[in-house]
């Protein structure tokens, strides 16, 4: 099956058409017997390519299963998982391991940055560990939006959670890859700094047309969405777009009224 190319015209505005990762009917069974959990039960669904998309959903509602499901980071009991063309149920411990690298970026709540190296180093540590080269050009683009110049020689004890945030914000961006996953990635901030990693994730799809995915539980992060998808006891229930936080934050609440 060959990807379909969209057109580089950049005069005409891009509307997302290709499917960037898609869920079909994914079940996640933990444990057997009396102690089985169906965290995920028959869940489909696609991301497109070039938009921002937030998962929500009560406490075990299976939006964290989800997402590691379609990263790749755990994997489906039954269904089927694809990033872009590429089905991740029959792949080796290696091909996934290099999907992971090469075509996925990931920003998780604990930052999961190395104390000993720099911010630079950290950046960069994805493709050096590819043997990737930078894309110069691009890493500087990146760093600057960021505003992470000045910060290129600390060590993360040397950094503020924003900034080690931001940090972990340019790997996710740094090898240019096909989707980006957040994993409550401004759970750990306080509210200037999340609102700083939003707009970069927000600008990430519109100045760079990355696809961003994030799991959250705040109705004003996913109010910088393109589209929210709400699950409810491992199924899908509901979705918006265009979301505000008032809308996001009066479909939670009829979520856990029922």
């Given amino acids: 099956m060959t990807s379909h ?33 169906t965290a995920l039960d028959k869940v489909s669904a696609e991301f497109a390519a070039g938009e921002f998309t937030a998962i929500m959903g009560p406490s075990g509602s299976g939006k964290s299963t989800l997402m590691h499901c ?21 792949l080796s411990d290696k091909q996934m391991t290099r999907l992971r690298r090469d075509r996925i970026g990931f920003v998780f709540q604990a930052f999961n940055l190395v104390p000993t190296l720099t911010a630079l180093e950290n950046i960069t540590l994805p493709l050096d560990i590819a043997g990737r080269k930078a894309d110069k050009e691009w890493l500087d683009t990146v760093i600057t939006r960021l505003g992470l110049t000045d910060r290129l020689g600390h060590r993360p004890s ?10 972990a914000c340019a790997r996710a961006l740094a090898g240019k890859p096909e989707i980006i996953f957040g994993d409550e990635p401004t759970g750990n901030l306080d509210s200037r700094a999340s609102e700083e990693v939003l707009s970069i994730l927000r600008a990430a799809v519109n100045e760079f047309r990355q696809t961003v995915v994030i799991v959250t539980h705040e109705p004003h992060a996913a109010s910088f969405a393109d589209r929210v998808v709400f699950l409810a006891d491992g199924r899908i229930v509901s979705e918006l777009r265009d979301p505000t936080a008032d809308s996001v934050l009066d479909r939670m609440k009829s979520l856990e009224q029922v």
């Avoid at 505005?13 to 089985?36: F, N, Q």
């Avoid at 040397?158 to 940090?167: A, D, H, N």
């Fill in 70 to 90: 379609l990263a790749g980071l755990d994997s489906a009991t039954s269904g089927a998982v694809r990033i872009g063309d590429t089905d991740l149920t029959n």
């Fill in 5 to 37: 190319v969209v057109g580089t015209d950049l005069a005409e505005p891009v509307v997302p058409t290709d499917v960037a990762a898609r869920a079909i009917d994914v079940s996640k069974i933990y444990g057997s017997g009396d102690t089985k959990v």
């Fill in 158 to 167: 040397e950094l503020s959670g924003g900034q080690q945030q931001r940090v």
